[in-house]
C-alpha cells in the first residue's frame, strides 16, 4: 500500500471514529422527531461531547475535513453557548494547525515544483512549517531575490512557501465523499444547517484551488488593485508553480487571537476592515474574497489589513450585481412589492407561484438590521437570533424560506456573506456598516 492510499484510509478511519453510535443514535433514532432546535430533543452532554469529538477529529485531517472544519468553525458564533463557550478556543485552531509533512516530503515536492537546485533559491528555509492551509501548509523563509539591495548585494525577503499536499486532490473528494454522510451529526449540533450547499461548492472549487499557479494569478490581482492602499495589504507574489505559491511574509496579529483576547477597538477596526475588503474587492479587483475565515487575516502593526489565501475567489469582472444593492435598499424603505417584483426578476422567487410581498419582508428585515442604522454591533446572541429565527421548522420564517431559491450564480457571493457576518460576531464588531455599503455596493443608494 502506497503511503498516499495509507493516509486516505486512516482519513477514513478517523471519520468512522465519530461518535456516530452516541450521538448518531440518539439523533437518528428520533426520526421525525428531530424538528425543532437540537435542545430540544438532544443533551447538552450529548451536544457538547458530541461537538468536541467532531472538531477535534476534523482538526486532524487534510483536505475536505479540515477545509470543511475551517468552514464550520467561522459559524461557531451561531453555535447554541453552551456548546461553543467550551470548545471556542478549540474551534478557532483549527483556522491556524494540522499535523505537518515530513521534511523528507516537503523537499521533494520542492525539488519537483521548482526543480533540483530549489535550495540555490532560497538563503534560509525552515522545515517546520509555520501555518496550514486546508490543503497545504506553509513554511518561512528567505528568498534569494535575482535584485540588488540598496549597498548593491543580493537583495533578501522574507517569503511564505505554501506546498501543497501530495494527493491533496485525491484526498479532498474522498473526504467531501465521507462527510457528506454525516448531515445527522451537525444536525445534532446545530439542526437546520444544511450541509449539503457547502459540500457541492467545495467540489466544485476543488480543481481551481488545487492550480496555485491560478491562485498566484489572482493575488496578483489582488495586490494590483490594492497596492499602496492605507487600508487593505495584499502580499506581493514572487514565484509559483503548480504546487508551490511563494509569496512576501507578512507580520501580523492573526484574526484568530484577535478574537480570543483583542481589544474592543481592535476587534471593531478589524470588523470595519474585513467588511471594506469584501465589498470593496468586486468593484475594484473584479474579484471576491471567498474564504472568508480568521486564518486569512491579519492586523497588521500600521493598522492596515493584511490578507492571504486566494485559492478560493469569486471572479466578478463586472462587480457585485446591481441587484444586490437595489433590492436591500428597496427593502430598508419597506416598498414590499418592489422587493418580490426584484427578487423574482433574479430567480430568487418562482415567476408564478403566489407569494406574500409583506412577509417577504418581515422575512428580510431582520437580517438587515446590520445596516438600517448607522452604526451596528454584530454579536454572538444575534446571530444566536437569526438562526434560530430561521432554522426552526415551527416558524412562520422557516416556511416562507421554503418558498424562495438562491439562483446558482448568487451562491458564492451568499457563502462570503454568510462568512463573514459569521467572523464579524466573533469579532463582536461595531463599524458604520451601511456607509461601507453606500460606498461600494452598486445600486445601494443612501437611505434617507
Known amino acids: 500500500m502506497t503511503d498516499i492510499p495509507r493516509r486516505a484510509v486512516t482519513r477514513t478511519a478517523k471519520l468512522a471514529a465519530l461518535p456516530l453510535g452516541f450521538a448518531g443514535r440518539t439523533v437518528l433514532g428520533m426520526g421525525k422527531r428531530v424538528t425543532g432546535l437540537a435542545s430540544d430533543v438532544i443533551s447538552a452532554e450529548i451536544q457538547q461531547r458530541t461537538a468536541e469529538q467532531l472538531f477535534s477529529v476534523l482538526g486532524q485531517l487534510k483536505g475536505g475535513a479540515m477545509k470543511f472544519g475551517q468552514a464550520l468553525s467561522v459559524f461557531e458564533a451561531a453555535l447554541p453557548e453552551e456548546i461553543a463557550a467550551p470548545y471556542r478556543q478549540a474551534l478557532t485552531k483549527l483556522q491556524e494547525a494540522a499535523p505537518p509533512l515530513p521534511a523528507a516530503t516537503v523537499h521533494k515536492v520542492l525539488a519537483e515544483q521548482l526543480g533540483p537546485d530549489w535550495r540555490d533559491r532560497f538563503v534560509e528555509f525552515d522545515d517546520t512549517p509555520a501555518a496550514a492551509a486546508s490543503i497545504g501548509q506553509v513554511h518561512r523563509a528567505v528568498w534569494r531575490d535575482p535584485g540588488y539591495g540598496p549597498s548593491g548585494g543580493p537583495k533578501h525577503r522574507d517569503v511564505a512557501v505554501k506546498i501543497q499536499y501530495p494527493g491533496a486532490g485525491d484526498a479532498l473528494l474522498a473526504d467531501l465523499k465521507q462527510l457528506s454522510r454525516l448531515g445527522a451529526m451537525f444536525r445534532a449540533i446545530q439542526p437546520g444547517l444544511d450541509v449539503k450547499p457547502l459540500l457541492v461548492e467545495l467540489r466544485e472549487r476543488i480543481t481551481e484551488e488545487l492550480d496555485y499557479e491560478l491562485e ?141 410581498a409583506e412577509a417577504v419582508l418581515d422575512f428580510l428585515r431582520p437580517m438587515l438590521e446590520p445596516i438600517a442604522a448607522e452604526e451596528f454591533r454584530f454579536t454572538r446572541a444575534w446571530l444566536r437570533g437569526e438562526a434560530t ?11 416562507l424560506s421554503r418558498q424562495l431559491n438562491l439562483p446558482p450564480s448568487y451562491l458564492m457571493i451568499h457563502r462570503v456573506t454568510l462568512g463573514s457576518i459569521g467572523v464579524l460576531c466573533q469579532l463582536e464588531a461595531k463599524a458604520p456598516y451601511r456607509a461601507i455599503l453606500e460606498r461600494w455596493l452598486p445600486g445601494f443608494a443612501p437611505v434617507a
Open 389 to 399: 429565527r430561521l432554522a426552526s421548522p415551527r416558524s412562520p420564517t422557516f416556511q
Open 216 to 356: 498566484a494569478e489572482s493575488q496578483r490581482a489582488f495586490a494590483a488593485a490594492y497596492a499602496d492602499d492605507p487600508e487593505i495589504f495584499i502580499p506581493e507574489v514572487l514565484d509559483s508553480s503548480p504546487r508551490v505559491l511563494i509569496t512576501e511574509w507578512i507580520e501580523g496579529t492573526p484574526l484568530s487571537q484577535i478574537i480570543r483576547e483583542g481589544t474592543e477597538e481592535e476587534r471593531d477596526e478589524a470588523g470595519r476592515l474585513m467588511a471594506v475588503l469584501h465589498l470593496s474587492a468586486p468593484m475594484r479587483a473584479g474579484l471576491l474574497h471567498a474564504d472568508p475565515h480568521p486564518g486569512n487575516f491579519r492586523l497588521l502593526p500600521d493598522g492596515r489589513l493584511g490578507v492571504i489565501d486566494f485559492g478560493a475567489v469569486a471572479r466578478m469582472p463586472e462587480g457585485t450585481p446591481e441587484p444586490i444593492g437595489r433590492i436591500a435598499a428597496l427593502a430598508l424603505r419597506g416598498d414590499a412589492e418592489a422587493v418580490v417584483a426584484g427578487l423574482r426578476e433574479e430567480g430568487f422567487v418562482s415567476p408564478t407561484e403566489p407569494i406574500d
